[in-house]
């Protein structure tokens, strides 16, 4: 190794399946990069519902991961493994994760591996991997949306909505999106939403048939599913892509699929963990191209609603749980809090491009 590193760290155990309080910090050994691989100090990690759950017992990391909760980090590369060949150590970097992002250190594939955009902390680009590229792979390769087209994107408020409205205005498309409350729909506004429809009080098919002169939007990216299904078939435009990206409203549901013939749609979906690192790799080269100019010139902005220490991960949770963020929930190492200082280990928030 390059430097002299600890035998042991903090991590995040998952003591076992259940609530927010399973989450416990303890020691163990600091990892080692295998073959392809970097590791990273770590500066901060991204809280992402995939973590929810898996803590849950309901989503276990893919064969050969690491068993920790994370999916992504940033922070400063520390060691190179056998067959790295981009990055040095002390670079400064972020990297999406099959696992073991709740840690001082976790180890990734270089492939996975993206330099921190040009004006960004590595405390705000933990928030990217995860999100950008979950929308840019469901948004913009399986759903093939293009400037002038318009978008429906479902929980705006979320790390995911506010990513993907951001990025879909920003490559020239109209979005319009669902959101809990009066706050949360002001913050879509500000991001670039033309109309955040209260679904609480708002049917979201009238209101797109509304906006839309009845035509209809021609992408829906939905991580609702329920009875959200028949109701975004109705939504869709003719030639429209219904991208699905979870099921918090649950996986089985009853619908008149006939819509999808006569309207001639397109109903798919993915998952990103599961991919191969050549996959994950391919992504992140198109997001290096083509949306890591946008934040460097601040057209898009990581949305952090706030950040807790590293060993508070169960209060993380439990707010994520609550629904009551706008954006990112981010973990923050004793490391990260010596970078930028700033930011205390109380939480902060910092917002989008006019927030």
């Given at each position: 190794?390059?430097?002299?590193?600890?035998e042991?760290?903090?991590?995040?155990?998952?003591?076992e399946?259940?609530?927010?309080?399973?989450l416990?910090p303890?020691r163990?050994?600091t990892?080692?990069?295998?073959?392809?691989?970097?590791?990273?100090?770590?500066?901060?990690?991204?809280?992402?519902?995939?973590?929810?759950?898996q803590?849950k017992?309901?989503?276990?990391p893919?064969?050969?991961a690491?068993?920790?909760?994370?999916?992504?980090?940033a922070?400063?590369v520390?060691?190179?493994?056998?067959?790295?060949?981009?990055?040095?150590?002390?670079?400064?970097?972020?990297?999406?994760?099959a696992?073991?992002?709740?840690?001082e250190?976790?180890?990734a594939?270089?492939?996975?591996?993206?330099?921190v955009?040009r004006?960004?902390?590595?405390?705000?680009?933990?928030?990217?991997p995860?999100t950008?590229?979950t929308?840019?792979?469901?948004?913009?390769?399986?759903?093939?949306?293009?400037?002038?087209?318009?978008?429906?994107?479902h929980?705006?408020?979320?790390?995911?909505?506010t990513?993907?409205?951001?990025?879909?205005?920003?490559?020239?498309?109209?979005v319009l999106?669902?959101?809990?409350?009066?706050?949360?729909?002001r913050?879509?506004?500000?991001?670039?939403?033309?109309r955040?429809?209260?679904?609480?009080?708002?049917?979201?098919?009238?209101?797109?048939?509304?906006?839309?002169?009845?035509?209809?939007v021609?992408?829906?990216?939905?991580?609702v599913?329920?009875?959200?299904?028949?109701?975004?078939?109705k939504?869709?435009a003719?030639e429209g892509?219904l991208?699905?990206?979870?099921?918090?409203?649950?996986s089985?549901v009853?619908a008149?699929?006939?819509?999808l013939?006569?309207k001639r749609?397109?109903w798919?979906?993915?998952?990103?963990?599961?991919?191969s690192?050549?996959?994950?790799?391919?992504?992140g080269?198109?997001l290096?191209?083509?949306?890591?100019?946008?934040l460097?010139?601040?057209?898009?902005?990581?949305?952090?609603?706030?950040?807790f220490?590293?060993?508070e991960a169960a209060?993380?949770?439990?707010?994520?749980?609550?629904?009551?963020h706008?954006?990112?929930?981010?973990?923050?190492?004793r490391?990260g809090?010596?970078?930028?200082p700033?930011?205390?280990?109380?939480g902060?928030?910092?917002?989008?491009?006019?927030?």
């Amino acid at each position: 190794m390059a430097e002299s590193l600890p035998e042991e760290m903090i991590g995040i155990r998952i003591r076992e399946p259940g609530g927010p309080e399973v989450l416990v910090p303890e020691r163990m050994p600091t990892p080692v990069p295998g073959e392809g691989e970097l590791l990273i100090r770590v500066a901060a990690a991204g809280v992402n519902r995939p973590d929810v759950l898996q803590r849950k017992g309901a989503y276990p990391p893919p064969p050969g991961a690491s068993e920790l909760p994370g999916l992504e980090v940033a922070g400063t590369v520390v060691a190179l493994g056998p067959g790295t060949r981009r990055f040095r150590v002390g670079d400064e970097v972020c990297a999406l994760l099959a696992g073991g992002g709740y840690a001082e250190y976790g180890t990734a594939p270089e492939p996975q591996v993206l330099p921190v955009p040009r004006g960004l902390s590595p405390i705000e680009a933990a928030a990217l991997p995860e999100t950008f590229f979950t929308v840019w792979t469901n948004l913009f390769e399986r759903g093939r949306l293009v400037a002038g087209e318009t978008v429906l994107v479902h929980g705006g408020s979320s790390g995911i909505g506010t990513t993907a409205i951001q990025l879909a205005r920003a490559f020239g498309a109209r979005v319009l999106t669902t959101v809990g409350n009066a706050e949360k729909a002001r913050a879509c506004r500000e991001l670039g939403a033309e109309r955040a429809i209260l679904y609480r009080e708002e049917d979201f098919v009238e209101v797109v048939k509304e906006v839309t002169g009845g035509r209809g939007v021609d992408v829906i990216l939905d991580m609702v599913g329920g009875d959200y299904v028949p109701r975004n078939l109705k939504s869709l435009a003719l030639e429209g892509r219904l991208i699905q990206i979870a099921w918090l409203g649950g996986s089985r549901v009853e619908a008149d699929f006939a819509r999808l013939m006569v309207k001639r749609l397109t109903w798919t979906g993915s998952t990103l963990r599961p991919r191969s690192v050549e996959e994950k790799g391919r992504i992140g080269r198109a997001l290096e191209e083509k949306v890591w100019p946008l934040l460097e010139r601040g057209e898009v902005r990581p949305v952090v609603h706030r950040l807790f220490p590293l060993e508070e991960a169960a209060a993380a949770h439990a707010l994520m749980e609550s629904s009551a963020h706008i954006g990112k929930i981010l973990l923050v190492t004793r490391y990260g809090e010596a970078l930028a200082p700033e930011t205390g280990r109380k939480g902060a928030s910092s917002g989008g491009p006019s927030a």
